[in-house]
C-alpha cells in the first residue's frame, strides 16, 4: 500500500487568515490525489480531486478560489483554504489511489479551527 | 454522479450478536466498494472491500456480499467484540470515492 502523510495534524488560525495543508505520497507517486472534508459526525465529502501538472476537479458547491488546491509533483499536492472562517473549521484528509479501482490511502487528517 | 445510501446512521447490537451495515448505490458503472472504519479523530481504515465481478468476500469476522443488480452490498459482522465499536463507512467508486453517510456501531456488553 502507500504511505500518506498529512501536515499539520491540526491547526487553529483567525478568521481571516489562510492555512496551507499538505499532503504527501511518500512511496507512491501519485498522479491524482483526493481531498475530502469531514464535519463532526458527519460522512467524508469529496471537496476536489487533484491532478498532478494540471488544474483540480471541484466537486459540486466547493469553491475553488477559497480552497485552493496545487498539485506541483507527483508527491505533493496542497490545500489551501483562504480567508478562513469559523465555518471552515473541520476535519481535511487528503487520499491516493494507487490504480484503477483499488483501494484508497488516507493521510492522518487536518483539524482546522478558525477562531 | 454517485450516491451512496447507508443504513442505519446508529446500531446498537450486544457484545457476541452480529451486525448488519446495508448501502445502496446510484451509478452502475461503479466496480470497487470499500468498507472503512474510522475511530474517532483518525483516518479511515479499509476494513474489507468487494470487486464487481465477486458476489461475496469473508475476512474472519467479517464479510461482505454485492448484489450488482440491486445495487446492494452489506456488510456483516459476526461475534460482534467491544472493540468494534467505530463508525463504519461504506463507498462506490468508478473514476472517485464515494461514501455512505456512515454508521455509528455501538457494542454493548
Known amino acids: 500500500g502507500a504511505v500518506v502523510s498529512q501536515h499539520p495534524s491540526w491547526v487553529i488560525c483567525k478568521s481571516g487568515t489562510s492555512v496551507k495543508i499538505e499532503c504527501r505520497s511518500l512511496?507512491?507517486?501519485?498522479?491524482?490525489m483526493f481531498w475530502y472534508r469531514q464535519f463532526p459526525k458527519q460522512s467524508l465529502m469529496l471537496m476536489a480531486t487533484s491532478n498532478e501538472g494540471s488544474k483540480a476537479t471541484y466537486e459540486q458547491g466547493v469553491e475553488k478560489d477559497k480552497f485552493l488546491i496545487n498539485h506541483a509533483s507527483l508527491t505533493l499536492s496542497t490545500l489551501t483554504v483562504t480567508s478562513a472562517h469559523p465555518e471552515d473549521s473541520s476535519f481535511y484528509i487528503c487520499?491516493?489511489?494507487?490504480?484503477?479501482?483499488?483501494?484508497?490511502?488516507f493521510g492522518q487528517g487536518t483539524r482546522l479551527t478558525v477562531v | 454522479g454517485e450516491n451512496v445510501e447507508q443504513h442505519p446512521s446508529t446500531l446498537s447490537v450486544q457484545e457476541g450478536d452480529s451486525a448488519v451495515i446495508k448501502c445502496t448505490y446510484s451509478d452502475s458503472a461503479s466496480n470497487y466498494f470499500p468498507w472503512y472504519k474510522q475511530e474517532l479523530g483518525k483516518r479511515p481504515q479499509l476494513i474489507i472491500d468487494?470487486?464487481?465481478?465477486?458476489g461475496e468476500k469473508k475476512d474472519q469476522r467479517i464479510a461482505v456480499t454485492l448484489n450488482k443488480t440491486a445495487k446492494h452490498f452489506s456488510l456483516h459482522i459476526t461475534e460482534t467484540q467491544p472493540e468494534d465499536s467505530a463508525v463504519y463507512f461504506c463507498?462506490?467508486?468508478?473514476?472517485?470515492?464515494?461514501f455512505g453517510k456512515g454508521t455509528r456501531l455501538h457494542i454493548l456488553p
Open positions: 512511496d507512491f507517486q501519485a498522479t491524482t
Open positions: 463507498a462506490a467508486y468508478y473514476d472517485k470515492i464515494i
Open positions: 487520499s491516493v489511489r494507487t490504480g484503477i479501482h483499488t483501494e484508497a490511502f
Open positions: 468487494i470487486r464487481s465481478n465477486v
